[in-house]
Nanobody, 126 residues
Framework: QVQLVESGGGLVQAGGSLRLSCAAS????????MGWFRQGPGKERDFVAS????????YYGDSVKGRFTITRDNAKNTVYLQMNSLKPEDTAVYYC???????????????????WGQGTQVTVSS
């Protein structure tokens, strides 16, 4: 089991930045691939970014490429999402997710991930 807790969300003006953190407890983070997803009001949960356990495979959703950066610190059992140049359409609840590193599945598909955090709200005002 992996327990995930997101933090760092909040209200920010368009063009601003936020850094989300996802702290893992239970089984160590290095055993898992990690992802960030988001769900806006009335929308499905969409892929944002993911990083594998060796940190040599990283994916970004098209809408965040060049603005968001996913990193991980396995020693601290924490994954980060640096969000720059935020836009009102980035407003959503952001979820951290974990997938056992040797389990099959696309890192861009939310159904590949077994463990989820409770989410953190990000609101971008225009």
């Amino acid at each position: 089991q992996v327990q995930l807790v997101e933090s760092g969300g909040g209200l920010v003006q368009a063009g601003g930045s936020l850094r989300l953190s996802c702290a893992a407890s239970g089984r160590i983070l290095s055993l898992h691939d990690m992802g960030w997803f988001r769900q806006g009001p009335g929308k499905e949960r969409d892929f944002v970014a993911s990083i594998n356990w060796r940190q040599d495979i990283i994916y970004y959703g098209d809408s965040v490429k060049g603005r968001f950066t996913i990193t991980r610190d396995n020693a601290k059992n924490t994954v980060y999402l640096q969000m720059n140049s935020l836009k009102p359409e980035d407003t959503a609840v952001y979820y951290c997710a974990a997938k056992p590193r040797f389990a099959s599945g696309d890192l861009r598909d939310r159904t590949s991930f077994d463990y989820w955090g409770q989410g953190t709200q990000v609101t971008v005002s225009s």
